[in-house]
C-alpha cells in the first residue's frame, strides 16, 4: 500500500522558516513528478511546488517562488520543502503528492504563521 507521510509543521512566527518532509513508502519517486499542495481552511486544495524526475523545480505562485524551494532525495525517498519568510497567509495543511495528476493523499502536516 502506497503511502506518503508529510511531517515538519508547526506553529512559527511571520518571517520564521520549517522545512517540511514527505516520506514514500511501497513507491519509487524517482519514477514521479513530485508537488507539494495546500489547503487553507475554507479554500481548495492549491499547487505550491513541483519537482521533476531530473530534479528541477517549478512553481506558479510569484510569492511562492522567492520563498520556498522543493527538493527530491531519490536514494532516500524524499521529498522536501524548504519554507522561508513565512506569512499569514502560508498557513494551510501542506501535502505531497505526484504531479500533475495526485495519486496519493496522505493527512498532510499543519503550517501555521501567526504572532
Known amino acids: 500500500q502506497v503511502q506518503l507521510v508529510e511531517s515538519g509543521g508547526g506553529l512559527v512566527q511571520p518571517g520564521g522558516s520549517l522545512r517540511l518532509s514527505c516520506a514514500a513508502s511501497?513507491?519509487?519517486?524517482?519514477?514521479?513528478?513530485m508537488g507539494w499542495y495546500r489547503q487553507a481552511p475554507g479554500k481548495e486544495r492549491e499547487f505550491v511546488a513541483g519537482?521533476?524526475?531530473?530534479?528541477?523545480?517549478?512553481y506558479t505562485d510569484s510569492s511562492v517562488a522567492g520563498r520556498f524551494t522543493i527538493s527530491r532525495d531519490n536514494v532516500k525517498n524524499m521529498v522536501y520543502l524548504q519554507m522561508n519568510s513565512l506569512k499569514p497567509e502560508d498557513t494551510a495543511v501542506y501535502y505531497c503528492?505526484?504531479?500533475?495528476?495526485?495519486?496519493?493523499w496522505g493527512q498532510g502536516t499543519q503550517v501555521t504563521v501567526s504572532s
Open positions: 503528492n505526484t504531479d500533475p495528476i495526485q495519486l496519493y
Open positions: 511501497r513507491i519509487s519517486i524517482s519514477a514521479y513528478v
Open positions: 519537482i521533476y524526475r531530473t530534479g528541477t523545480a517549478y
